[in-house]
């Protein structure tokens, strides 16, 4: 018997004592590993390295002969409008090609709601006397940080296994008009790895809300971010507001950051074609046009969907030994303990960890005394605050395998500590 809660307190001090003995050989190595985002290793970024060689001083049209150095062309080039569209699968007037960052693109449509509302607005966001997001948790801290930074007051609402606790969403949006919109990472969920069922996309874009212009936020991150041959599928959220009869609901969000380089890919926008030509006008304003020079870069090595899979697949390779590695450590150091649960994700870049309550942050903090850099403790919940500490996310991607593993075992050997000196008082 190794469940840890059954432990006697002479059984919980001699653990402890070989737990110490184990966590200073640990501080003698003097690490200095950072898990702390999902960033891609070196070894990914160079997958896509042929992408540089592409768009040369003797060859930077389009196919249709448009000059790519110039300005112009605020939808995206059409070739990558085609190439984008198959992987959303939406129509190509629903979409726009913009820079490198979907997080720009999403901190830019709240604050477009805050100025000047959308098109089905009555008033800006920003002259209502409050505005309120519902934030499935644990979820992706800088969404929240969207928020804080704009002063949007949030909303925590529980993530299950098949996507938001739909009867609060429901209850919530059906009560309240100050409630504007909800953060959604749809598909391999971070830090979860869950994905929406087909239900859940079909209760948001049905449901009945107080707010005539609440908004879903779909950041389909990791719309293709496999980790094997199990793909999981997403329901289409804009044909599914379309058939609701709210086609105007959902903004949906993404990139190529963890296909091609990350700080040099593509984001994406699609929505309604309504929104679209309602939001063209809008950034018109603020941009005279994208990087066609980089977006040309990316048609011309991406090619199709297809092809697009193929790279995904040798990020893949790449990816899922580390992930791998994570959980088969947890598996012998913490499997029959009864102090931890974790994710088994399908796809995406983070594993989910919740350890004992109120022991998050003193295992973040004991692990980076030692030279692990995690995530800090509550930093997937709104306000950095998660109600019962207990929640880690695990970011694998960024480290060397060697270094995973070592990272890993470290962390466990820290949960212990925490939990036995939890379970001795």
């Known amino acids: ?18 737990l110490e003995e184990r966590y200073r050989e640990f501080q003698s190595r ?78 830019d449509m709240v604050m477009r709601g805050l100025v000047h509302g959308f098109v089905d607005s009555e008033l800006p966001w920003g002259k209502c006397d409050k505005i309120t997001f519902l934030c499935p948790v644990p979820g992706y801290d800088r969404h929240f940080s969207i928020c804080e930074y704009l002063n949007i007051k949030m909303i925590a609402v529980p993530l299950n296994e098949d996507g938001p606790d739909m009867d609060l969403v429901e209850q919530y949006v059906s009560e309240d008009d100050s409630i504007k919109g909800i953060w959604c990472v749809p598909k391999y969920s971070n830090p979860t790895g869950t994905t929406y069922s087909d239900r859940v996309v079909d209760r948001l874009s049905q449901m009945k809300t107080k707010s005539a212009d609440f908004k879903i936020f779909w950041d389909n991150a990791y719309a293709v971010h496999t980790l094997g041959e199990s793909i999981d599928s997403l329901k289409n959220i804009l044909d ?70 193929k790279l995904m ?32 994700p399908k796809g995406g870049y983070f594993i989910n960890l919740d350890v004992l309550e109120a022991c998050a942050s003193k295992v973040v903090a004991k692990a980076a005394e030692a030279g692990v850099k995690l995530t800090p403790a509550g930093s997937t919940f709104p306000y950095k605050n998660d109600p019962n500490d207990c929640n880690i996310r ?24 925490v939990s036995v000196e939890k379970l001795s008082k």
């Open 30 to 107: 003097q690490l200095s590993l950072d898990m702390t985002r999902g960033k891609p290793c070196s070894e990914q970024l160079d997958l896509s390295l042929d992408m540089l060689n592409l768009v040369t001083a003797d060859s930077y049209k389009t196919m249709e002969g448009v000059d790519c150095r110039n300005y112009g062309g605020i939808d995206g080039i059409p070739e990558a409008k085609a190439l984008f569209s198959s992987v959303l699968g939406v129509a190509t007037e629903e979409l726009l090609v913009c820079g490198n960052s979907s997080l720009n693109v999403m901190h």
């Open 240 to 309: 599914a507001c379309r058939e609701a009869g709210n086609p105007e609901r959902a903004f949906i969000f993404a990139s190529t950051s963890k296909i091609t380089f990350a700080g040099a890919g593509l984001s994406l926008f699609a929505a309604s074609t309504k929104n679209i030509d309602f939001l063209r006008k809008r950034i018109s304003f603020q941009m005279i046009g994208p990087d066609k020079l980089n977006q040309l870069r990316h048609v011309r090595f991406l090619k199709d969907k297809n092809n697009l899979e």
């Open 394 to 417: 695990i970011a694998p991607s960024f480290p060397s395998s060697k270094e995973v593993a070592l990272a890993t075992e470290l962390l466990a050997v820290c949960i212990q500590l």
């Open 313 to 344: 697949q040798a990020h893949a390779t790449i990816l899922k030994p580390k992930f791998d590695t994570v959980l088969s450590v947890f598996d012998k150091e913490l499997g029959d303990k009864n102090i931890a649960t974790w994710s088994r």
């Open 1 to 18: 018997m190794t469940d840890l809660t059954t432990f006697s307190p002479s059984e919980l001090a001699s653990l402890k004592s070989s």
